[in-house]
């Protein structure tokens, strides 16, 4: 109920491509859904997050699609450039608990010149 | 300071010996966590504190995994008689009871390494 399901583990993407990142989870109490970017040798840093009460958000050229009925939601990177390469994880958590949030276990991206 | 700062920043010991990493949460913040990453791997939960509430420390792997947070304020995990699969990077994670978008903030963790 707890766990929070990640794909692909690893993604090799063009400079120019676009990178897309799935997330699944089970527990529907869930209410926020960030994602989280990490650079190695740095601690993860939000990236963008969702409310389950809209379908999409979009922040530059990073979008999250939000299926509530279908528990799913995704990450889009456009044009993704080789800057973007890092490990991405989606999260899940109840908004009004502030209770531990649970990951995904995190996909490793990389974008190729 | 601005961010949540950890220390030690990296730290090689001895299997057998006792290691304590400390956690200086963003000002004010007074939700503090402790997640663990092992190499290439995902964010492994071991402790969460909330204000002046009991800890949650369901996460903890072995009773050999301790934390404490003083004045509401400081954390430090404690790992005592290390074994090599404890080497990982530890990461500190805290956010503020006011933050509605509900967002953690982490330091850059502290890499243990265990001989």
């Known amino acids: 109920q707890q766990q929070v399901k990640q794909s692909p583990q690893s993604l090799i993407v063009q400079k120019g491509g676009i990178s897309i990142i799935n997330c699944a989870y089970e527990n529907t109490a869930f209410d926020y859904f960030p994602w989280y970017q990490q650079f190695p040798g740095k601690g993860p840093a939000l990236l963008i997050a969702?409310?389950?009460?809209?379908s999409e958000k979009k922040e530059g050229r990073f979008t999250i699609s939000f299926n509530k009925s279908a528990k799913q939601f995704s990450l889009h990177i456009m044009d993704s450039q080789p800057g973007d390469s890092a490990t991405y994880f989606c999260a899940a958590s109840i908004i009004t608990s502030y209770d531990k949030v649970i990951f995904g276990p995190g996909t490793s991206l990389s974008v190729i010149p | 300071g601005a961010g949540v700062s950890q220390s030690p920043s990296n730290k090689v010991t001895e299997k057998g010996k006792d290691v304590e990493l400390r956690c200086d949460p963003i000002s004010g913040h007074t939700a503090l966590y402790w997640y663990r990453q092992s190499l290439g791997q995902g964010l492994e939960f071991l402790i969460y504190?909330?204000?002046?509430?009991?800890?949650?420390k369901s996460g903890l792997p072995s009773d050999r995994f301790s934390a404490e947070r003083t004045g509401g304020s400081v954390s430090t995990l404690t790992i005592q008689r290390t074994q090599q699969e404890d080497s990982a990077v530890y990461l500190c994670a805290s956010r503020s009871n006011r933050d509605s978008g509900n967002t953690i903030y982490f330091g850059e963790g502290s890499w243990l390494t265990v001989v």
């Open positions: 504190f909330q204000g002046n509430s009991a800890p949650d």
């Open positions: 969702i409310r389950p009460d809209v």
